[in-house]
């Protein structure tokens, strides 16, 4: 089956940038998605990268796609302490209608 | 702005009592999902629905029920909840065929507890 992994969990100081990595097995992913779900909340749609894209920028998110390695990453720059939360990514594949979700990686920001 | 609404929000119950969660999305979307968030994070897609009268189990089995009569209704239903039901139970749905990108927008979440 679709298996999508993530680290756990992830310290940064406020002010520096976030890494946040995301690798997943199946080749026929379409899209893939990055997700943001703060305390006692849903998941917040970030942003999306469609697979045959290498990159997308928005704003402090970079999204990065190697294809070949099957790995995304997320990068916010100048993380805030208002970025403290779980970070999900996604994916879709071709034919399916739902998305496949990573463990989650929780992000915490240090003042 | 996503209009998807679950109610409650928060609910502690006693072991044996029927449930229901509600879920209700005004955008028009033909396709809704509940997921069950475990406390260490991990979603799991339970229940999903192409559309009116169309109702799934998702990849994790699940001793509740869904239906959908309405578009923008879509509730869950536990007839005797216990303990192990204690958790986040997320619902989304997705814009409709020929929008692209398969986006998820979900609802605040009801996170339910089971004493």
């Known amino acids: 089956g679709e298996d999508v992994e993530q680290s756990l969990f992830l310290s940064v100081r406020e002010g520096d940038s976030s890494v946040i990595n995301c690798t997943y097995t199946?080749?026929?992913?379409?899209?893939l998605y990055w997700y943001k779900q703060e305390p006692g909340a849903g998941l917040q749609l970030l942003t999306y990268i469609f697979s045959n894209m290498d990159m997308k920028q928005d704003q402090r998110l970079t999204v990065l796609l190697n294809k070949k390695d099957k790995h995304l990453s997320l990068r916010i720059a100048d993380t805030q302490t208002g970025d403290s939360a779980i970070y999900f990514c996604?994916?879709?594949?071709?034919?399916?209608?739902?998305?496949?979700f990573g463990t989650g990686t929780r992000l915490t920001v240090i003042p | 702005e996503a209009d998807i609404y679950q109610t409650p929000r928060y609910l502690v119950i006693g072991t044996g009592k029927k449930i229901t969660l509600e879920c209700s999305q005004t955008m028009g979307h033909d396709k809704m999902y509940w997921y069950q968030q475990d406390p260490g994070m991990e979603l799991h897609l339970i229940h999903y629905?192409?559309?009116?009268?169309?109702?799934e189990k998702g990849d994790l089995s699940s001793e509740s029920t869904v239906s959908r009569i309405r578009t923008e209704h879509f509730p869950l239903t536990l007839e005797s909840a216990r303990p192990s039901h204690t958790s986040q139970y997320l619902c989304a749905s997705r814009a409709n065929r020929g929008s692209g990108a398969n986006v998820l927008t979900f609802g605040a979440g009801s996170r339910l507890t089971v004493l």
């Open positions: 996604a994916e879709s594949l071709t034919g399916a209608n739902n998305l496949f």
């Open positions: 199946d080749s026929s992913s379409t899209y």
């Open positions: 629905s192409y559309g009116v009268n169309s109702t």
